[in-house]
T-cell receptor, first 115, second 110 residues
Framework: AQSVTQPDIHITVSEGASLELRCNYS??????LFWYVQSPGQGLQLLLK??????LVQGIKGFEAEFKRSQSSFNLRKPSVHWSDAAEYFC?????????????FGKGTKLSVKP | GAVVSQHPSRVICKSGTSVKIECRSL??????MFWYRQFPKQSLMLMAT?????????EQGVEKDKFLINHASLTLSTLTVTSAHPEDSSFYIC??????FGSGTRLTVV
């Protein structure tokens, strides 16, 4: 069965420090991978997605993610974290390509940013 | 870009009553709408997929008679929690596609 694992429940980083949020997936075919951010009490905002091609994907707000098939990973990175990045981050896998179809989400990683 | 408008954002209801949550696609035609549920400190779990003009598809373990879904038009899908109980308290989010999500509805049943 398809699944997404985010090993870190909560991460705290200092403002200006680099960030890496881990995501591992289990899926038999070509995965369609997504990262979302959720502020408290809000819906989800898409940060970036990977369907095919270049394995390093650039997203909004200075985020990027790298797809590594050999490690079944799609880790999210940001070189310098801002206080406004504090939120919950979800990795997800879609069963189909394109914009349609439901998603399977990881349990999320809460990011706290120290001043 | 396409927007999904979800209402209400928060609702408190008494146990035994019903609550309707609406999701509207404002500038695109949503033939399908996904309804997710998020428990505190948990991930989003797909509850059901609504299909315009036909019956919704429910995930295993989701009670069809409790969570009534209607998708009568290409711009509106509704989720009605019937005979709500405290254990139905949760955050409900709709999505017309993988990019656009509603802002969510916090349901509290007292």
């Amino acid at each position: 069965a398809q699944s997404v694992t985010q090993p870190d429940i909560h991460i705290t980083v200092s403002e200006g420090a680099s960030l890496e949020l881990r995501c591992n997936y289990s899926y038999g075919a070509t995965p369609y991978l997504f990262w979302y951010v959720q502020s408290p009490g809000q819906g989800l905002q898409l940060l970036l997605k990977y369907f095919s091609g270049d394995t390093l994907v650039q997203g909004i707000k200075g985020f990027e993610a790298e797809f590594k098939r050999s490690q079944s990973s799609f880790n999210l990175r940001k070189p310098s974290v801002h206080w406004s990045d504090a939120a919950e981050y979800f990795c997800a896998v879609g069963l189909y390509g394109g914009s349609q179809g439901n998603l399977i989400f990881g349990k999320g990683t809460k990011l706290s940013v120290k001043p | 870009g396409a927007v999904v408008s979800q209402h209400p954002s928060r609702v408190i209801c008494k146990s035994g009553t019903s609550v309707k949550i609406e999701c509207r696609s404002l500038d695109f035609q949503a033939t399908t709408m996904f309804w997710y549920r998020q428990f505190p400190k948990q991930s989003l779990m797909l509850m059901a997929t609504s299909n315009e003009g036909s019956k919704a598809t429910y995930e295993q373990g989701v009670e069809k008679d409790k969570f009534l879904i209607n998708h009568a038009s290409l711009t509106l899908s509704t989720l009605t929690v019937t005979s709500a109980h405290p254990e139905d308290s949760s955050f409900y989010i709709c999505s017309g596609d993988r990019v656009h999500f509603g802002s969510g509805t916090r349901l509290t049943v007292v």
